[in-house]
């Protein structure tokens, strides 16, 4: 099982996520690849995101049962812990 999830991206890289993948909500897309398809479909977030962010979620054999990779401007970022991939807050900017 494969998760993208994706805010602010352009249309073009939604287009092209939907071509692979089913969009089950606005920047939702799942569907279940091999690891080389993958790949390719990071690189696509990676070259089209621009000023969005995303989020690739899939089954790996963990201690978790999951790994992901994360990409733009985001409060969230991902931490090694022991072994474990956790998620580290930036406090919220005040100005």
């Not at 969009?23 to 279940?32: I, P, W």
């Not at 690849?33 to 790996?60: F, H, N, P």
């Not at 963990?62 to 022991?82: A, C, E, I």
Request: net charge positive; hydrophobic share 45%; aromatic share 10%.
């Amino acid at each position: 099982m494969l998760v993208v999830v994706v805010s602010n991206a352009p249309p073009r890289l939604r287009g092209r996520l939907a071509a692979w993948l089913v969009e089950l909500r606005a920047g939702v897309y799942v569907g279940d690849y091999s690891t080389r398809t993958r790949e390719m479909i990071w690189e696509q977030v990676l070259a089209g995101i621009d000023q969005g962010d995303a989020v690739m979620v899939w089954k790996a054999p963990t201690d978790q049962g999951y790994d992901f990779l994360t990409t733009g401007k985001n409060r969230r970022l991902p931490v090694d812990f022991d072994g474990l991939k956790l998620v580290s807050f930036f406090p919220e900017k005040r100005g």
